[in-house]
């Protein structure tokens, strides 16, 4: 607790300290602070928060971001900034009687959202769960045998987008919140690394930032987001955002797209003609963990 007001205590101070002093001498005053870490500069410190810049401010943002990705990573990247769709609210279902457990889809969430590559990092665990049971913290996701397994079935689990969602209410500075589309997201240069929205999550769908992520340049995904897939620095809190600088495109995310058995269903569920609608119409959904009222936009089902 201590460390994380310290923390806010720091940002805030630092602010002041740059208004007081201008630029320049900032600088020279922040020196210090940059023994700790490469990613922290004068304009990273000073930037305000996403909800609070301008078109034009956003712009020399993303200008920002993009050359500082070609400095550290040597490859150049387009960084939008891409905006909910009105009359879109984003929901997703998982038909449990044909996920096989292959994890396709973490492989691709991982490469999709530039993980660094070491920490095989993604917004995805599959559980392998027994029968008969929907206790996801009785399933495991280091299983290391040919799937899939007769007297089991697997439980992919990953941000559920909720509607009421417990990690936005703890956050201290407001750098995570829900976006019209549903979408819960993260101004990654906001967040201040308490990881107090990590432990209100009770889908356990949050990642924090140990290391500074290290990906090969020619593997790096050049088509990025501010909210969503840009490289991630050091000590955030990082979360899925349904592939939103695909999503918001009209294209599906990355992690249905790699799955090979068709058991994942993405859509709007405004639309009345939707597969993902059709679902929640037609089959017995389920969703985890309903008792704590966080209302999630992922559901669950089976054939049978």
Same mark, same amino acid.
């Given at each position: 607790?201590?460390?994380?007001?310290?923390?806010?205590?720091?940002? *805030?101070?630092?602010?002041?300290?740059?208004?007081?002093?201008?630029?320049?001498?900032?600088?020279?005053?922040?020196?210090?602070?940059?023994?700790?870490?490469?990613?922290?500069?004068?304009?990273?410190?000073?930037?305000?928060? $996403?909800?609070?810049?301008?078109?034009?401010?956003?712009?020399?943002?993303?200008? @920002?971001?993009?050359? #500082?990705?070609?400095?550290?990573?040597?490859?150049?990247?387009? /960084?939008?900034?891409?905006?909910?769709?009105?009359? *879109?609210?984003?929901?997703?279902?998982?038909?449990?009687?044909?996920? /096989?457990?292959?994890? @396709?889809?973490?492989?691709?969430?991982?490469?999709?959202?530039?993980?660094?590559?070491?920490?095989?990092?993604?917004?995805?665990?599959?559980?392998?769960?027994?029968?008969?049971?929907?206790?996801?913290?009785?399933?495991?996701?280091?299983?290391?045998?040919?799937?899939?397994?007769?007297?089991?079935? $697997?439980?992919?689990?990953?941000?559920?987008?909720? #509607?009421?969602?417990?990690?936005?209410?703890?956050?201290?500075? #407001?750098?995570?919140?829900?976006?019209?589309?549903?979408? *819960?997201?993260?101004?990654?240069?906001?967040?201040?690394?308490?990881?107090?929205?990590?432990?209100?999550?009770?889908?356990?769908?949050?990642?924090?930032?140990?290391?500074?992520?290290?990906?090969?340049?020619?593997?790096?995904?050049?088509?990025?987001?501010?909210?969503?897939?840009? /490289?991630?620095? +050091?000590?955030?809190?990082?979360?899925?955002?349904?592939?939103?600088?695909?999503?918001?495109?009209? +294209?599906?995310?990355?992690?249905?797209?790699?799955?090979?058995?068709?058991? @994942? *269903?993405?859509?709007?569920?405004?639309?009345?003609?939707?597969?993902?609608?059709?679902?929640?119409?037609?089959?017995?959904?389920?969703?985890?963990?309903?008792?704590?009222?966080?209302?999630?936009?992922?559901? $669950?089902?089976?054939?049978?």
């Amino acid at each position: 607790m201590n460390d994380s007001k310290d923390t806010v205590k720091r940002r *805030v101070a630092l602010k002041v300290l740059a208004t007081t002093l201008g630029a320049g001498a900032f600088a020279t005053a922040l020196a210090p602070i940059q023994q700790f870490t490469d990613s922290t500069n004068v304009q990273e410190w000073l930037q305000k928060h $996403y909800r609070e810049l301008s078109s034009r401010e956003i712009r020399e943002v993303l200008a @920002r971001l993009e050359a #500082e990705t070609k400095q550290k990573y040597g490859r150049e990247v387009t /960084i939008q900034d891409i905006r909910p769709q009105a009359g *879109v609210q984003f929901a997703y279902a998982l038909n449990l009687s044909l996920c /096989i457990g292959c994890r @396709r889809c973490v492989e691709a969430c991982h490469k999709e959202n530039n993980h660094d590559r070491a920490s095989h990092n993604a917004y995805i665990r599959v559980l392998e769960m027994e029968q008969g049971s929907m206790d996801m913290e009785r399933g495991r996701a280091d299983y290391d045998h040919p799937v899939r397994a007769d007297d089991k079935f $697997y439980l992919p689990v990953q941000c559920q987008q909720c #509607e009421n969602p417990p990690c936005t209410k703890v956050c201290p500075v #407001e750098a995570t919140w829900q976006e019209p589309d549903g979408i *819960v997201v993260v101004d990654y240069n906001w967040c201040i690394g308490c990881r107090y929205c990590e432990a209100a999550c009770p889908y356990h769908a949050r990642r924090f930032n140990w290391r500074k992520p290290e990906i090969p340049a020619a593997e790096i995904n050049p088509n990025q987001s501010y909210l969503s897939n840009r /490289i991630r620095p +050091q000590g955030v809190v990082e979360k899925c955002t349904f592939c939103l600088h695909k999503t918001r495109q009209g +294209q599906l995310p990355a992690c249905l797209e790699a799955c090979p058995t068709g058991a @994942r *269903v993405f859509g709007n569920i405004l639309d009345e003609s939707s597969s993902i609608r059709w679902v929640l119409e037609n089959k017995r959904v389920y969703v985890l963990k309903e008792e704590l009222g966080t209302k999630p936009r992922f559901f $669950y089902f089976f054939d049978k």
